[in-house]
Every structure is written in structure tokens, then in C-alpha cells.
């Protein structure tokens, strides 16, 4: 199937650690995003990546680092997890001026 | 700084409704606007779009018309059914490449049988 995937679905972790969500896509497009969703279901972007380079860097805590390792990919690592950063977690992809392809979101859960 | 504004929800309907959910965009330029829809548990699936004034998006009975004259892009469906209940979004982005989506604060949309 063509989409944009990401992993893992659900997260559910401790204050304190680190985790990674991954997110691919194979619709062959150059730009990358990422979303946070919060409890009242607004969107905001986060980063964004055109031909792995980044161009969207939006006021986030420098505890959440994005790396894309080539076109198809584009992952969100996030280090000292707080309660604050439970939400879910969109990835996107788009190519030159088409609408915005969402991947189905990690749900991320902080104890 | 651009932004969306939508009608606040939820919205209650019976199935055969008429719905219409209301949008308008501050913006510089010429943005495209965008509804995205998101049923639960799920993510956003685009559902039409508009990029230039007096374009009208659709798609499975959903129609927008991009209305520069009062910045409005409003939302509309002659007969709901019980399935088209979700979250809608309205948004635009700029009409450059890879710039990103401004949303709205989201409508929920409960439609009964």
C-alpha cells in the first residue's frame, strides 16, 4: 500500500525516558512533517523537512530532536519525557505544492 | 500572522441533515484552503480543497467555496449520514512548496440515525 506509516501506534512510557517514533513514506514525495495534536484535538506543526534538510523549526523544546535519514524518511526523537508531551503525533508528507499526506498517529502517554 | 477560525462544536444532527460547518482565514497573499476530516482513532484524510478564489472543492457530497471577498471557506453537505461523524479541520498553507498547515481548532460532528 502507498501511505505514510508510523511507529510505533501507541506509546506508553515513564517521566524521565527517552523514546522514538518513526514514520516513512513511499509516495515518493520530498517534504516532511511533523504534527503535535493536543487533548483538545488542535494541530500545530512542528518540524519540517524538504530533501532532508530542515526547514520548519517551530518553538518546541530542544529535548525533541528530528532526524531524516533520506527523503523517505523522517523520525521525532524526544528526550526527558514530560507529562506535558502526551499528545498524538502526526507525521505528514507532500511534494512541491499537493495537499499534505497524514500518516494515522502515534498516541503518546506519559505516567 | 495567517489563522483559521471555525465554528466551535459539537455539532448534533439527524441522519438527512443538512450540515454546515463555518470557516474564515486571515491570510497574506493567495493560500490554498484545505478540509481535512479525521474519524476516531484514526488520522486526517483530506477531504477537498480549494486554491484560488471562487474554486469550489467536493467530495462524497461535501462542497467548499473559496470566497475571497469574505475570506470564508465554509463547509457544507446536503443529506448527513451516520458515518460523516468526525472531527473536521478546516486549514490553509501558503502557496509555496513544503510550507506548512495552519488548522482550525477543529469540529466534531455527531450525526444520529
Redesign the interface.
Known amino acids: 500500500d502507498t501511505a505514510v506509516s508510523q511507529t510505533p501506534k501507541y506509546l506508553v512510557t515513564q517521566m524521565g525516558n527517552d523514546k522514538s517514533i518513526k514514520c516513512e513514506q513511499n509516495l515518493g514525495h520530498?517534504?516532511m512533517?511533523w504534527?503535535k495534536q493536543d487533548s483538545?484535538?488542535?494541530?500545530?506543526?512542528m518540524f519540517?523537512y524538504?530533501n532532508k534538510e530542515l526547514?520548519?523549526n517551530e518553538t518546541v523544546p530542544n529535548r525533541f530532536s528530528p532526524k531524516s535519514p533520506d527523503k523517505a524518511h523522517l523520525n521525532l526523537h524526544i528526550n526527558s519525557l514530560e507529562l506535558g508531551d502526551s499528545a498524538v503525533y502526526?507525521c505528514?508528507s507532500?511534494f512541491?505544492?499537493q495537499?499534505?499526506?497524514?500518516?494515522?498517529?502515534t498516541r503518546l502517554s506519559i505516567l | 500572522g495567517d489563522s483559521v477560525t471555525q465554528m466551535e462544536g459539537p455539532v448534533t444532527l439527524s441522519e438527512e441533515a443538512f450540515l454546515t460547518i463555518n470557516c474564515t482565514y486571515t491570510a497574506t497573499g493567495y493560500p490554498?484552503l484545505?478540509w481535512?476530516v479525521?474519524y476516531p482513532g484514526?488520522?486526517?484524510?483530506?477531504l477537498l480543497?480549494a486554491t484560488k478564489a471562487d474554486d469550489k472543492g467536493s467530495n462524497k457530497g461535501f462542497e467548499a467555496t473559496y470566497r475571497k471577498e469574505t475570506t470564508s471557506f465554509h463547509l457544507e453537505k446536503g443529506s448527513v449520514q451516520v458515518s460523516d461523524s468526525a472531527?473536521y479541520?478546516c486549514a490553509l498553507t501558503s502557496?509555496?512548496?513544503?510550507?506548512?498547515?495552519?488548522?482550525g481548532?477543529?469540529t466534531?460532528l455527531s450525526v444520529s440515525s
Open positions: 520530498d517534504t512533517y504534527y483538545k484535538k488542535f494541530l500545530k506543526i519540517s524538504n526547514i520548519i502526526f505528514a507532500s512541491r505544492r495537499p499534505q499526506h497524514f500518516g494515522d498517529g | 490554498s484545505f481535512y479525521q484514526e488520522g486526517l484524510q483530506l480543497k472531527v479541520f502557496n509555496q512548496a513544503g510550507t506548512a498547515l495552519i488548522f481548532k477543529g466534531t
